[in-house]
């Protein structure tokens, strides 16, 4: 069992920033597909960004895209969001998740095998 921890969750006002960061033993980490998704009560699972194994292919969801930047180090096994210009509605728990494979940046929950416990991420306006 991979065990992921985030850390970097918090409150902050709207237009501020928050920098997740997710740590997982390698070197399962290192060679796949990393994910964050976030989540409200009552409300699927979303897709925010992935980034492939070596960095070579990113991609975020509509909703964050100019806003949110995806990065990892595959030497520190870590995988970090830095989140700009917060809206109330980025208002969820963050998971960071491992993919199941590491060709492409996968955006459904299916395609991942490992999930962390979540932080909790709160915009106040």
């Known amino acids: 069992q991979v065990q992921l921890v985030e850390s970097g969750g918090g409150l902050v006002q709207a237009g501020g920033s928050l920098r997740l960061s997710c740590s997982a033993p390698?070197?399962?980490?290192?060679?796949?597909?990393m994910g964050w998704f976030r989540q409200t009560p009552g409300k699927e699972r979303e897709f925010v960004a992935a980034?492939?194994?070596?960095?070579?292919?990113?991609s975020y969801a509509d909703s964050v895209k100019g806003r949110f930047t995806i990065s990892r180090d595959n030497a520190k096994n870590e995988v970090y969001l830095q989140m700009n210009s917060l809206r109330p509605e980025d208002t969820a728990v963050y998971y960071c998740?491992?993919?199941?494979?590491?060709?492409?940046?996968?955006?459904?929950?299916?395609?991942?095998?490992?999930w962390g416990q979540g932080t909790q991420v709160t915009v106040s306006s």
């Open positions: 998740a491992v993919a199941k494979f590491w060709i492409n940046t996968y955006r459904t929950t299916e395609q991942y095998d490992y």
């Open positions: 390698g070197p399962t980490m290192s060679s796949r597909t």
């Open positions: 980034v492939t194994w070596n960095s070579d292919d990113i």
